[in-house]
């Protein structure tokens, strides 16, 4: 079964790129460059965008798999992408590292709720639109003080969000799960315990598809 599941093409949309897994290789496609005609395998997938919807309704070996989710939660309009990395957990503080950052607390499988914050790419780019004259950049030179603007916009991020990913920790007692595509860059900065699983999506996509 296992080696079924892994030749098993999976996709997870998002809002600037699409993902798919193809025999366990990961290929990567911006949103403005995918089109579903471009791959005739039978894929099963999940979407956010909501723009790409109808597109994909018109192409039947695209197989959305949305319906197969089920989440204790009282949270209103949790977003598939958000179901699908915590439907699997069963206490932890799960953090989506992408466009956005989606962070989701699990107790006793029980999803409790959860934030969502501009994501590292999204934060310089709101930098820049309102202080053009500044160069930043998406990444930075590790010093414990920066002094540099693109420095201190880069750590100032990732720091922000280290001081309250180890508060929550504190506060709720459970384990962080990092996933998503800044996660690994992440990890370097985060001085408390955690688990990286950068496919965590895909691997409970498969978990579902069982």
Same mark, same amino acid.
């Given at each position: 079964?296992?080696?079924?599941?892994?030749?098993?093409?999976?996709?997870?949309?998002?809002?600037?790129?699409?993902?798919? &897994?193809?025999?366990?290789?990961?290929?990567?496609?911006?949103?403005?460059?995918?089109?579903?005609?471009?791959?005739?395998?039978?894929?099963?997938?999940?979407?956010?965008?909501?723009?790409?919807?109808?597109?994909?309704?018109?192409?039947?070996?695209?197989?959305?798999?949305?319906?197969?989710?089920?989440?204790?939660?009282?949270?209103?309009?949790?977003?598939? #992408?958000?179901?699908?990395?915590?439907?699997?957990?069963?206490?932890?503080?799960?953090?989506?590292?992408?466009?956005?950052?989606?962070?989701?607390?699990?107790?006793?499988?029980?999803?409790?709720?959860?934030?969502?914050?501009?994501?590292?790419?999204?934060?310089?780019?709101?930098?820049?639109?309102?202080?053009?004259?500044?160069?930043?950049?998406?990444?930075?030179?590790?010093?414990?003080?920066?002094?540099?603007?693109?420095?201190?916009?880069?750590?100032?991020?990732?720091?922000?969000?280290?001081?309250?990913?180890?508060?929550?920790?504190?506060?709720?007692?459970?384990?962080?799960?990092?996933?998503?595509?800044?996660?690994?860059?992440?990890?370097?900065? &985060?001085?408390?315990?955690?688990? &990286?699983?950068?496919?965590?999506?895909? #691997?409970?996509?498969?978990?579902?598809?069982?």
């Amino acid at each position: 079964m296992k080696n079924s599941l892994d030749s098993l093409y999976l996709s997870d949309i998002g809002h600037t790129n699409v993902k798919i &897994l193809k025999n366990g290789e990961l290929e990567i496609v911006p949103l403005s460059h995918f089109s579903p005609a471009n791959f005739p395998q039978k894929i099963f997938y999940i979407n956010v965008n909501l723009q790409i919807q109808k597109t994909l309704d018109k192409f039947p070996n695209w197989i959305n798999i949305a319906n197969l989710i089920k989440i204790d939660t009282n949270y209103q309009n949790l977003g598939i #992408d958000r179901q699908v990395a915590i439907f699997d957990i069963e206490n932890g503080i799960v953090v989506d590292l992408g466009t956005a950052i989606t962070i989701d607390i699990v107790k006793n499988r029980k999803h409790l709720g959860g934030y969502i914050l501009l994501g590292k790419n999204s934060t310089i780019q709101a930098f820049q639109n309102k202080t053009s004259h500044l160069k930043f950049s998406d990444s930075g030179k590790m010093k414990t003080l920066p002094n540099e603007t693109q420095d201190a916009v880069y750590f100032g991020f990732f720091h922000q969000l280290k001081f309250f990913l180890k508060s929550l920790k504190e506060n709720e007692n459970l384990p962080i799960i990092l996933t998503g595509g800044d996660s690994q860059e992440f990890a370097k900065y &985060l001085d408390c315990s955690y688990t &990286l699983n950068t496919n965590l999506i895909f #691997d409970n996509m498969k978990t579902l598809l069982k």
